[in-house]
């Protein structure tokens, strides 16, 4: 009995020991942090859980969260349904060079996000930029998406031209196992292409569309590199708390409140965590399986 | 040279992690405003170098190079690595974290006199006063020199400065008949006429900069930050020189007579070269970027005084600037001193001058061949004269927060809805005001 325990520690024991160093050690170091507090004046203080009271009446935090919350609200759904008609045509079979198609909306997510963010942010200016050039070429009056209302929309733009490919292959790939059997027996039962759509394929695309919105979401609520680099060509749109991500970068590196920056990191972890978890209860309990 | 001083312009939210500052601190804190007593004499200095040892530079400024090479030469057993660390916050991140490791700290390191407070009240750098550096005084212009202090404590050497001027566009000025602005009265009606004459050309840029901000409040004689040890006032709201420049500059803003453009970028220099940012007041390390990235505009720039607050006037104001510092936990302090003495006292001075720089040495700074050199950019115009008499005239007094690079990292959340017209500058100063003071005293200093 006591034997075979210790061959299991030894086979599972190494993967444990990276697993505890890379992945629990950092949350709790984060989770010493978020309890102390360092002054420039006075030192370190044991505060007990004065930071995350302070992080739940704090007015720049809640503007953060409801900005990405509204974010994912808007920008998730238009991206992963423009996915999922892209992964519906290509996988119809009725696009001349679909290959073609397929590679180049997948070809931005392999552009570095930083840099998609550099190069849409001169496309956005409004004197040297394309919007500049439109503006003038046709005389119209494209606003510029730098501005405080619009910036949002931007990164939107960005974020989902970014990664459309990426939820495209997978929704594409859930499609590719459909057994194509069903297809011929649909189609000898005289469904046709919309009714096939409705039937077959939604169904079947049910896993991917959740596994795919569960990285949305995380990704929404860890939004900073975009805003992070349109903020040197926006600096007054983009706030130091413009995500939670940015706000805790700021408190870490300019404020050098390390411990307040590891609550609101920690709280923005455990509330993502738990959005996604209820998230994907949700949609398995509704698919019976 | 230019680009080192691309500082906290661009006013990103990068910057120093100053987490362990507060360890080592205790109430005596506040007495960081006396000097040290001096405990090492020019003969000790002069006596290591001999000995040798070796020695590393943390410095992006790129003539601290040759200078080192040469400092080599003189004293052959002493070995200097120079390491560029990062530019600006950058290497105030890297230093702050190296200072809270305990290792890997530098034996001097460059730092913008914006960011040197915070390092001093860290007491993470060394109080030249020790070597016996208060008989340098009247070496180094009074804007620079003051820079360098908290209280009577010194704590680096100033390598370059930045004495304000108006660089212009004399073409762009010639065809619409303006002439050089005086007062910035003057300057506002000009940014006027300019726009109305034509429609995409602007006086200048300005979306909201922390030091330039600072340094126009600074030039009209405003003090809204005094430092005393911990004890700290922060009033933008009460301050005269504030709200001069709230008022004179609010009517500008309101005017749109500020092309959007954002400072450093490529849009910036485009407009800075083809005519349609027809001026800016900067400081005298300007001319290098303007020959390096605008280059279209050659020959068409010229340099003038700054504009005045009062008609008559002389004053002006410092912009960015660095200066070398000893980092506490140096083990060379001895080498390192007798390196900073020379990169910016002695024979170091002259040979960054030719590599580019903007001395902050008053003997330098007065010197004719300084003085009579002529730039081909600048039309063949004689600029140092003009730049070296506003090193002069800074007004004196001026002090920075010991959090000012937090407190600039905030600016574009505070004044900076003032330029998006949400706000108008007045209340932004406030918000801005608000803000620092709040963070100051969770940070413990006492604040008023």
């Keep these: 009995m006591t034997r075979r325990s210790w061959i299991g520690w030894q086979f599972t024991g190494p993967f444990l020991a990276v697993f505890a160093l890379v992945f629990l050690a950092p949350i709790g170091y984060s989770a010493y942090l978020s309890v102390y507090r360092t002054q420039l004046v006075g030192g370190t203080a044991f505060v007990g859980i004065d930071n995350y009271t302070k992080a739940l009446s704090d007015p720049q935090f809640w503007e953060a969260i409801t900005r990405v919350a509204l974010f994912l609200l808007v920008q998730v759904p238009v991206m992963l349904i423009l996915a999922l008609l892209i992964a519906l045509a290509i996988d119809s079979g009725r696009l001349y060079g679909a290959s073609f198609f397929r590679i180049s909306v997948f070809l931005p997510y392999a552009v570095p996000s930083v840099v998609a963010a550099l190069m849409w942010g001169f496309m956005y200016g409004t004197n040297f930029g394309l919007i500049g050039n439109i503006n003038e070429a ?107 991500n940015i706000y805790a970068y700021q408190l870490s590196f300019a404020g050098q409140q390390v411990n307040y920056s590891a609550t609101i990191a920690l709280i923005m972890g455990v509330t993502t965590m738990v959005i996604a978890y209820l998230f994907q209860r949700r949609s398995m309990k509704g698919a019976g399986s | 040279m230019g680009i080192t001083r691309r500082r906290a312009l661009i006013g990103a939210a990068l910057s120093v992690t100053l987490m362990a500052a507060g360890c080592s601190s205790s109430d005596s804190d506040s007495e960081g405003t006396e000097a040290a007593a001096t405990t090492v004499t020019d003969a000790d200095v002069e006596a290591a170098l001999q000995k040798g040892g070796s020695l590393t530079v943390w410095a992006w400024d790129t003539t601290i190079k040759p200078v080192s090479e040469a400092f080599m030469k003189k004293y052959p057993n002493v070995k200097i690595n120079v390491v560029n660390a990062g530019t600006g916050n950058d290497q105030y991140t890297a230093l702050q974290n190296a200072i809270t490791a305990g290792t890997g700290i530098p034996d001097v390191a460059q730092i913008e006199y914006f960011a040197l407070p915070q390092f001093a009240l860290a007491k993470s750098v060394v109080d030249l006063n020790t070597f016996g550096a208060k008989s340098l005084d009247g070496t180094f212009t009074p804007g620079t020199w003051n820079n360098v202090h908290s209280g009577e404590a010194i704590y680096g050497f100033p390598i370059d400065s930045g004495p304000m001027a108006l660089f212009y566009n004399k073409e762009v000025f010639d065809k619409h008949k303006i002439a050089v602005p005086t007062t910035w009265e003057e300057y506002a009606t000009a940014a006027e006429t300019l726009h109305k004459a034509d429609a995409k050309s602007y006086i200048t840029s300005d979306s909201g900069d922390a030091g330039f901000t600072t340094s126009l409040i600074w030039q009209a004689g405003g003090k809204p930050y005094t430092v005393d040890g911990t004890n700290l006032t922060i009033n933008f709201a009460d301050d005269a020189g504030s709200q001069k420049f709230a008022t004179t500059w609010q009517k500008m803003i309101d005017a749109k007579v500020f092309s959007p453009a954002v400072g450093w970028t490529d849009e910036w220099f485009k407009g800075l070269a083809d005519g349609s940012i027809a001026s800016l007041v900067t400081g005298a390390w300007m001319p290098s970027n303007l020959e390096g990235s605008a280059a279209a505009g050659k020959g068409k720039w010229r340099v003038a005084p700054m504009p005045q607050w009062e008609t008559g006037g002389k004053a002006t104001a410092e912009s960015g600037g660095s200066s070398l510092a000893i980092p506490e936990k140096s083990e060379n302090k001895n080498i390192a001193y007798g390196f900073l003495k020379y990169a910016a006292v002695t024979e170091g001075v002259q040979m960054r001058i030719d590599n580019g720089a903007f001395p902050a040495t008053t003997k330098e700074l007065a010197a004719p061949e300084f003085l009579n050199k002529e730039f081909e950019y600048f039309g063949g115009q004689k600029i140092n004269e003009i730049l070296s008499a506003s090193a002069s005239e800074v007004v004196t007094g001026w002090n920075y927060l010991p959090f000012q690079v937090y407190a600039n990292s905030i600016y574009g959340d505070t004044v900076g809805k003032a330029y998006l017209g949400q706000s108008t500058l007045a209340e932004g100063l406030k918000a801005w005001q608000d803000s620092s003071v709040k963070y100051g005293t969770e940070q413990g200093f006492t604040v008023k």
């Design chain 1, 138 to 244: 046709l005389g119209t009056a494209i606003p510029n998406p730098l501005a405080p209302e619009w910036i949002l929309t931007a990164i939107g733009n960005i974020v989902t031209w970014e990664f459309i490919g990426y939820n495209m292959i997978i929704l594409y790939s859930g499609l590719k196992v459909v057994d194509t059997s069903l297809y011929e027996a649909a189609a000898i039962d005289g469904a046709g292409e919309w009714r096939i759509i409705r039937a077959i394929k939604l169904p079947a695309l049910r896993g991917p569309i959740v596994v795919a919105t569960i990285f949305s979401i995380v990704g929404s609520f860890q939004l900073f590199n975009e805003p992070q680099i349109l903020d040197s060509l926006a600096p007054n749109s983009i706030t130091t708390y413009f995500t939670p």
